[in-house]
């Protein structure tokens, strides 16, 4: 049976444990910490501080404090730091990688997958910096001039899950540091390491004491609501579920907040019967099984055309078949265990209710017995349309198969749902392509790709998987504000 070894413990050693509050790591005022454990041997790998509503406070405090100085720091240095930073975690990716598969549980490579797309962010918003730009235009009457700046919107509270601790972050703190924003960074309880390790790189890159914020607590509710509600945060970027981005949204009406929700999924990934099914297949894997299926994005249905629907399913249980599952750091694995016991109940409960109403497994279907929590690579075919799993986020390693007749039966089995976040589309036919995108009610599509997320482009959700877009041109601008100057000649 496998456990932490010492080499391993070196490494998550030598991470901060602390918070990280106006330049400086220190303790919790209450002096408490939270168990960080590795999902894969249920072993406690380390004890960070836990933070509580003053310490929150003084962290804000420390922001506001620095706002005025950081937003008049000149743009290239925002960004240098921001480039520095690209290139030290680059250099360090195998450490972060172990760091982050002994606290989340994903295999090896899957973590510096996560790593190289985290530091992504840092240059691509390292190079964003430098192109805030404004417009100087003459009113339509012609007398006036027309002045459009962009500022900042000022201290940010950013708080982020655990299913990718470390991207779900510099998207985040990438657009911030490029903008001119302070901020409250809160990951998640379960993996507070990634952050922790990222924000002391950012102080070794020359990040100025109390730009950057590091609160980890176990009560996030009651550290993170006074701090909404305060006035001197100007806006919250969340990425968690939808249940708990609804009451956010509402402790932010408080304050007029200036909001960006990255919620839940529930993508529905079709393939019609003109598409490559094995390019399909292929395609399926990565979005289903990328993060152990713990994934926002992950595909959560499969909708395939009556007439290859066996094909497919077949031809994916034989893939999921073939996966290694085991402990993240042991070579050769495909698939680590899920983050908690809670969470590998939700996946068991989903799965069977679904056989309880006549699905079959092809594939998998159940826990992996013995320590971690792992849970086998299922596939589910003849899924009923009121089976529970069609309409929650799985969050596991579990593909249900249901087939389609029509396109527009696909179309509607698609948007049948509150979330809106991605879907998945296999055609080979243009015409239809565009058409289904056009009719599919989310905030990006995958089309003949299993994966969208490109730090390029801008990701995020419409409907209950909520509004704003992290990445691309559009991620800086959810930290600015435009002022217009009405300027009489
Ligand atoms: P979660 O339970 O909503 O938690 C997300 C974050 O919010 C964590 O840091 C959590 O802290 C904190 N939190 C929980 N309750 C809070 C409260 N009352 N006030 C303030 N903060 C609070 O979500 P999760 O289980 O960690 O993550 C999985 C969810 O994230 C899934 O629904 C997934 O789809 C979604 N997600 C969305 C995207 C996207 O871009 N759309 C990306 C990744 C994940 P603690 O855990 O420490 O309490």
Redesign the pocket.
Known sequence: MSTVTQEERSVVADVPKQLYIDGRWRDGAEGGTIAVEDPATEETIAEVADGNADDAKAALAAAAEHQAEWQHTPPRERGEILRRAFEMITERADELALIMTLEMGKSLAESKAEIAYASEFFRWFAEEAVRIEGRYGVAPNGAGRLLVMKQPVGPCIL??????PMA?GTRKIGPAIAAGCTMVV?????TPLSMLALAKILEECGLPGGVLNVIT?SS??EV??PLIKDPRARKLS????????R??IEQSADQILKVSM????NAPFIVFDDADVDDAVSGAMIAKMRNVGE??TAANRFHVADGVAQEFAEKLAEKMSALKVGRGTEEGVDIGPLIDDNQRGIVRDLVADATSKGAKAIVGGHDVDGRGYFYEPTVLSDVPPDAQLLKD?I?GPVAPVTSFESEQDAIDAANNTEYG?VAYVYTSDLKRALRVCEGLQTGMVGLNQGMVSNPAAP?G?VKQ??FGREGGAEGIEEYLETKYVAVNL
Do not use: R
């Open positions: 708080i982020t899950p655990w299913n990718f779900m809160k990951p998640a309880k379960q607590a996030s509710g993170m609501e969340f990425t968690g579920s939808t249940e708990v981005g009451k956010l990255e919620l839940g999924g994934a926002c986020e969050f976040l990701f959700g998987s909520g």
